[in-house]
């Protein structure tokens, strides 16, 4: 049974930093390229970031690129969104998401989801 669990998420004033972290179990990890979407209340959930199975290639969405990164290791079966500069705008619940083929940019490329952890920005 796979699992995707994230945590790290909270209350934050705009201008702060935090980092999320999503642990996998039931799959090989090492294997999927990872992603982190976000979803805000009355929008439809959106591209963030995507990591591929080695960590050599990332992308990012426009609005978070320069702010966001995100990283994987493979020995802990964990990939992180580590945010700076926060904006109240980056308010949402974040999800992780697991693809089997490559960075997917669209939530309909990927495999097995998370269950998301809020983020508040506050201005």
């Known amino acids: 049974q796979v699992q995707l669990v994230e945590s790290g998420g909270g209350l934050v004033q705009a201008g702060d930093s935090l980092t999320l972290s999503c642990a996998a179990s039931g799959l090989t990890f090492s294997r999927y390229a990872m992603g982190w979407f976000r979803q805000a209340p009355g929008k439809e959930r959106e591209f963030v970031a995507a990591i591929s199975w080695s960590g050599d290639s990332t992308s990012y969405s426009d609005s978070v690129k320069g702010r966001f990164t995100i990283s994987r290791d493979n020995a802990k079966n964990t990939v992180y969104l580590q945010m700076n500069s926060l904006k109240s705008e980056d308010t949402a619940v974040y999800y992780c998401?697991?693809?089997?083929w490559g960075l997917g940019r669209r939530s309909s490329q990927y495999d097995y989801w998370g269950q998301g952890t809020q983020v508040t920005v506050s201005s």
């Open positions: 998401a697991a693809d089997r």
